[in-house]
């Protein structure tokens, strides 16, 4: 057991020391000058709290970010995946339709986020966009509709970029429901299941642990979106499309103010621990087989 | 068992030594000034390793490339400037694609003290690189080189200059902007250029009457030519206006000439514009006014080459457009920041193939050659037009003409202000043309956005 705990130290230490110069060094000094007046070309002196205590009770921009970053978690992790979940149930019955379906499904996630956002501003340009333009030939009436910029459908529009196209985690479930035996759909058939009861109390069930891995995947990449909302609002009208990575962002490169923009990179840091630990604890992916 | 842990180790090891070896690849990368011109040219077989007769790389950041209105004259002149200096000194460019991609990599490039050894110095770019030391202080070399002086001229020295006497930027060109018009349209309407802020927007409800849109505007990217009319209108706006828009980083937005102004705006984003105009790009204003769908846009003269060239304007197009001082005799007159030198701490061989290159970019040849392909204006009087010239370009030369006669001459707001207010003003225009702010509150938001700024 020694001889053993020695060999696995020996095979972890690349990884741990990989680890700690490229994430954990930086993370250190992300929280440390999180409480300095941190700027470019200026002296650093320490604040103290005053960089937190700005963010959440004078910083309205920075509420509404973390408003927004919170919904837009909220939807990853549920209606996104469950999406995801339904197109791999049907897809798996394996129709003849099920590869096209898998391989257009996919095609967003494999489109460069900038090209993705080109897209949507020509689809929802309110003077010639694909959807002004359809809405016209179906109500054969004028309309224009400034999708992106109108503050009541900025947030909708922005949202609707991501949410419907879930081909990761369609992919991930697919991949999932192939290792489940054949015995177990026959036992499901014997004992006089529909097709549709085996998929909701027999596969879903086997499926947990995939579903809590695909929602941690699609809720923390929301705490990583920034490239679509530039291409496409630079996170307006106001801030109503603004989230946490874009503020940041801001905050750095237009305001100097890298010790603000850190407070909040800590803030987003643990935002991520936090979801992740409540996902895997809603999924019960901590609770040993 | 024995022998599969030790291939496993093996193993770690190859990929741990591997990890490391990149590390140091990237290293030796880093070395050089520019890391992705610097690996294209190597790769190019441009520069030969190893060998004693290298020229001294100069490494030079640009956004004035692909489509850009100078990205022609931009190659012509660093083209000229390898040629001439061929084996002794080499231009490494950085090409980015866009105004805004240039600047935010600027900044981060700023962060870690490696910007390039030169650059346009533009919003905020020259004050991070005096802050974080990478800046000279050109005044002596100028001061050194009367032939220099000569073509940079008194007026674009002092622009660029500190309150302790430093000059941290050349001027790249001399801006005079007023408004483009299209004569047809204007004619059409019954409207002629307007000369109060009433006639301007009764002009406008004419032009809206007679089946056309008035303005090309847009809010997207740094809502250029929205904001090139915010300025006007403020900066027509008698004296305590105009003595606003001549001020440098104003702390307070809150008066009655810019509130005046986003209330005329509003009106026009509102009523006189596409209806893409909210959240549109520059191209996309550019191209309803060069494509005969919208009556005007509010541009400098670097915009008229454009208007003979078919692929971007219609046939005919550069006969049917006029070009006006803004409402009450007004125009934005003024330096750009231009070149910064970010030499402080690099080799000698360096910091002076960078000031021979600085130096050629802001040559009479450099500002002849950007004068005669993009329609910038030179520095001083010292390059003349010539007659030819003027008659191939004679909306420059009308500009340059009725400029003698501007009552009110202002800065934009893009030279006066922030980066986070040309930032907050793109944020909130499309919640003021929705009726979401009023302009008191779009007001009181650039002066939280100047508060801010650091």
């Known amino acids: 057991m020694t001889k053993n705990k020695k060999w696995v130290i020996l095979f972890l230490l690349p990884g741990i020391l990989l680890f700690s110069f490229i994430f954990l060094g930086p993370i250190i000094v992300l929280f440390g000058t999180s409480f300095t007046d941190w700027s470019i070309g200026k002296e650093i002196s320490l604040v103290g709290l005053k960089n937190y205590i700005y963010l959440f009770t004078e910083d309205k921009t920075f509420m509404d970010s973390l408003k927004n970053t919170a919904i837009w978690i909220l939807l990853q992790a549920t209606f996104h995946v469950f999406i995801g979940t339904v197109v791999a149930i049907i897809l798996a019955k394996k129709r003849w339709y099920s590869s096209a379906i898998r391989t257009i499904f996919f ?13 949507f501003l020509c689809v929802m340009n309110p003077q010639y966009g694909f959807i002004n333009t359809l809405i016209m030939k179906i109500t054969g009436e004028g309309f224009s509709q400034n999708w992106f910029m109108d503050p009541k459908s900025a947030f909708s529009a922005v949202t609707m970029t991501w949410l419907p196209y879930a081909g990761l985690v369609t992919i991930l479930v697919m991949a999932e429901m192939s290792s489940v035996s054949e015995d177990v759909y026959e036992a499901a058939k014997i004992d006089g299941a529909s097709s549709f009861q085996t998929d909701i109390y027999v596969v879903l069930p086997l499926m947990k642990n995939i579903i809590g891995t695909s929602a941690v995947l699609a809720a923390t990449s929301m705490l990583q979106k920034l490239d679509i909302i530039m291409m496409t609002t630079n996170g307006g009208p106001g801030s109503r499309t603004m989230n946490m990575p874009m503020y940041l962002y801001k905050t750095v490169f237009t305001n100097n103010n890298y ?17 992740l630990k409540s996902i895997r604890k809603i999924f019960s992916m901590d609770a040993k087989e | 068992m024995k022998k599969t842990k030790v291939i496993a180790l093996l193993l770690a090891l190859t990929m741990t030594m591997s990890l490391v070896a990149c590390k140091n690849k990237d290293a030796s990368k880093e070395t050089g000034t520019n890391t992705e011109a610097s690996v294209d040219e190597t790769d190019k077989g441009d520069t030969p390793e190893g060998t004693s007769s290298e020229p001294v790389e100069i490494s ?22 390898n040629k001439k200096f061929e084996g002794k000194y080499k231009v490494v460019v950085e090409e980015l694609p866009s105004d805004n991609a240039f600047v935010d990599k600027m900044k981060i490039l700023a962060s870690s003290q490696t910007l390039p050894d030169v650059l346009i110095g533009k919003n905020g770019i020259r004050e991070l690189a005096i802050e974080n030391g ?4 050109i005044k002596p070399f100028l001061e050194a080189d009367p032939e220099w002086m000569k073509f940079v001229g008194e007026d674009a020295m002092n622009y660029n200059m500190e309150d302790d006497g430093s000059v941290y930027s050349i001027s790249n060109q001399r801006q005079i902007i007023g408004y483009f018009y299209n004569k047809d349209m204007f004619s059409k309407a019954g409207v002629t250029p307007a000369k109060t802020w009433d006639e301007f927007m009764s002009n406008n409800a004419k032009l809206k009457k007679a089946g056309f849109t008035p303005l090309a505007l847009m809010t997207g990217e740094n809502a250029w030519t929205t904001n090139l009319w915010l300025a006007a209108m403020i900066g027509t706006d008698g004296a305590d206006g105009n003595a606003f828009m001549n001020t440098s980083y104003p702390a307070n937005y809150n008066n009655s000439s810019v509130i005046k102004g986003l209330e005329m705006l509003k009106t026009c984003l509102k009523e006189y514009t596409t209806p893409d105009a909210v959240g549109a790009l520059y191209a996309n204003a550019a191209n309803n006014f060069e494509q005969g769908n919208v009556a005007m846009i509010a541009n400098g003269p670097w915009m008229c080459p454009d208007f003979t060239d078919e692929t971007k304007s219609i046939p005919g197009f550069g006969d049917q457009v006029g070009v006006a001082l803004y409402p009450e005799d007004g125009l934005i007159a003024q330096f750009e920041v231009g070149y910064i030198l970010c030499t402080n701490g690099k080799s000698a061989e360096e910091q002076a193939g960078a000031l021979e290159f600085l130096k050629f970019k802001t040559s009479e040849y450099a500002q002849s050659v950007f004068l005669e392909k993009a329609g910038v204006l030179p520095l001083t009087d010292n390059i003349e037009m010539s007659a030819e010239y003027k008659a191939a370009n004679p909306i420059l030369s009308e500009l340059i003409q009725l400029s003698g006669s501007a009552k009110y001459t202002f800065e934009n707001i893009d030279n006066t202000a922030f980066s986070s207010i040309v930032d907050e003003t793109a944020v909130r225009y499309p919640e003021l043309a929705y009726d979401e702010i009023t302009p008191e509150e779009f007001a009181d938001y650039l002066t939280k956005a100047a508060e801010m700024s650091k």
Do not use: D
Request: hydrophobic share 60%; charged share 5%.
């Open chain 2, 134 to 137: 990478q800046a000279v202080n």
């Open chain 2, 60 to 81: 030079y950041a640009t956004f004035m490339v692909g489509s850009h209105a100078s990205a022609a004259a931009e190659e012509e002149v660093i083209n000229a400037f």
């Open chain 1, 107 to 119: 095609i967003p996630n494999v489109i460069s986020s900038a090209a993705l956002g080109m897209l």
């Open chain 1, 259 to 275: 010790g603000l923009a850190n407070a909040q990179g800590v803030l987003l840091v643990l935002l991520g621990v936090i979801l």
